[in-house]
């Protein structure tokens, strides 16, 4: 019964870590895709319909691992709450039935995964936050210093008045990279903070 239990642990976190990965890269895309086709116009009306199709499969990996997520995390927190109320039942044993009864390994190991868990889903939120900012510099000066090959990008001879243009692949970069910024910095700070707070308890014990 107790292995039972240890599997059954792990299985929700795993899921649980499945499920918000499926979200935030969702996430990530959807918003990314919007703003690239509806409030920065940097998608042309040829690739439209592929854009389209991205951002339905963003959309659904949203709508897929939300639910998920939230309902196992709900299962765990339940049975978080229910584990101490099993706990208080010790002191009303006997010495005798005390000093049979095992330790209680399977709550340290489920603590254990617990933690695993926050700080898996920590070092997720902070390689997110990490990557996109080293890609913003190179992505600024890509979209707005950097000038197009002019075999990509061609011009009338006789016009004088043009301005360099912008490297729209760039921009969308530039633009994917700070959303992901904004999305994995509160799942980074979140479980930074819940971890770092179940560690002074931990010691506070």
């Given at each position: 019964?107790?292995?039972?239990?240890?599997?059954?642990?792990?299985?929700?976190?795993?899921?649980?870590?499945?499920?918000?990965?499926?979200?935030?890269?969702?996430?990530?895309?959807?918003?990314?895709?919007?703003?690239?086709?509806?409030?920065?116009?940097?998608?042309?009306?040829?690739?439209?319909?592929?854009?389209?199709?991205?951002?339905?499969?963003?959309?659904?990996?949203?709508?897929?691992?939300?639910?998920?997520?939230?309902?196992?995390?709900?299962?765990?927190?339940?049975?978080?709450?229910?584990t101490p109320a099993l706990a208080t039942v010790g002191p009303s044993?006997?010495?005798?039935?005390?000093?049979?009864?095992?330790?209680?390994?399977?709550?340290?190991?489920?603590?254990?995964?617990?933690?695993?868990?926050?700080?898996?889903?920590?070092?997720?939120?902070?390689?997110?936050?990490?990557?996109?900012?080293?890609?913003?510099?190179?992505?600024?000066?890509?979209?707005?210093?950097?000038?197009?090959?002019?075999?990509?990008?061609?011009?009338?001879?006789?016009?004088?008045?043009?301005?360099?243009?912008?490297?729209?692949?760039?921009?969308?970069?530039?633009?994917?990279?700070?959303?992901?910024?904004?999305?994995?910095?509160?799942?980074?700070?979140?479980?930074?903070?819940?971890?770092?707070?179940?560690?002074?308890?931990?010691?506070?014990?």
């Amino acid at each position: 019964m107790k292995q039972r239990n240890v599997v059954r642990t792990i299985y929700l976190y795993v899921v649980t870590v499945v499920g918000i990965v499926m979200a935030l890269t969702g996430l990530i895309g959807a918003i990314t895709s919007v703003l690239n086709m509806y409030v920065f116009r940097l998608i042309t009306s040829d690739s439209m319909q592929n854009e389209l199709a991205s951002l339905l499969t963003f959309a659904s990996a949203v709508a897929v691992g939300v639910p998920v997520w939230l309902y196992h995390w709900g299962i765990i927190q339940e049975t978080r709450q229910h584990t101490p109320a099993l706990a208080t039942v010790g002191p009303s044993m006997t010495s005798e039935t005390i000093t049979a009864a095992p330790t209680p390994q399977p709550e340290a190991r489920r603590d254990l995964i617990r933690r695993l868990y926050i700080y898996l889903l920590s070092a997720i939120g902070l390689f997110i936050v990490m990557f996109n900012l080293i890609n913003i510099a190179p992505s600024i000066y890509r979209a707005f210093f950097m000038s197009l090959d002019p075999m990509t990008s061609p011009v009338k001879p006789d016009d004088l008045s043009r301005v360099p243009p912008i490297n729209t692949y760039s921009i969308q970069s530039l633009i994917r990279n700070i959303v992901a910024v904004l999305v994995g910095t509160p799942v980074w700070l979140y479980h930074w903070h819940l971890g770092q707070r179940e560690h002074r308890d931990l010691l506070g014990d």
